[in-house]
Structures are given as C-alpha cells and as structure tokens.
C-alpha cells in the first residue's frame, strides 16, 4: 500500500486520540517517533482479517488451474481495453 506521508501522520494522530496507540519523540532532534499498540488497539488488531483474508481471495483458491489461467487472460484484455499506465500502479488513486 502506498500512502502519503501527511495521510499516515493524520492516521496517526487519530490512533492516539482514540487511545489506541501511542507515540515517542526520539533522537536528538526529536523528529523519529516511535509508534506503539496499545492494549485497546490490539484488541481491535485482533479482531481485523489477515492481508489475505477475504471472500474474493478465498473464491480464488476455490479454482481449478485452467479456470485461474483463463481468468487471467481475460483481465489482461481488459486491461488492455482500460490502457492503463503500467507505472501507475504504484501511484495511489486519490492522486491519479
């Protein structure tokens, strides 16, 4: 996931607000920040699916091998059809 430094900061700040993370200044400058779970935090983390976790990846390990391949052809058409910018895929949308 690509994410822009103010929207991670901002992300941060509402973890500590809400109580479920802390942060430390460290350094001699103070500009490194430690990042802690806190224990209402993880027990959120501990409710949250896993990166593959999900109904589309577990239909996907549901398929047969042909079935994956010819899948994977057709959403190459159809991204041929889009003409999307290889490179853009480690852009995120919202700058797209």
Partial sequence: MVT????????VKALVKAEL??????GS???VVELSVLAAGAAVLGKAPGPSAGVLPQALNRLDG??????ERDLA????????????????????
């Fill in 77 to 96: 058409i159809l991204i041929g059809e889009l003409h999307a910018d290889v490179a853009a895929g480690r852009i995120p949308l919202a700058l797209l």
């Fill in 4 to 11: 822009h430094q103010t929207t991670a900061s901002n992300l």
């Fill in 21 to 26: 993370a802390s942060i430390e200044r460290k």
């Fill in 66 to 71: 042909a079935t994956l391949a010819h899948l």
């Fill in 29 to 31: 400058d103070r500009r």
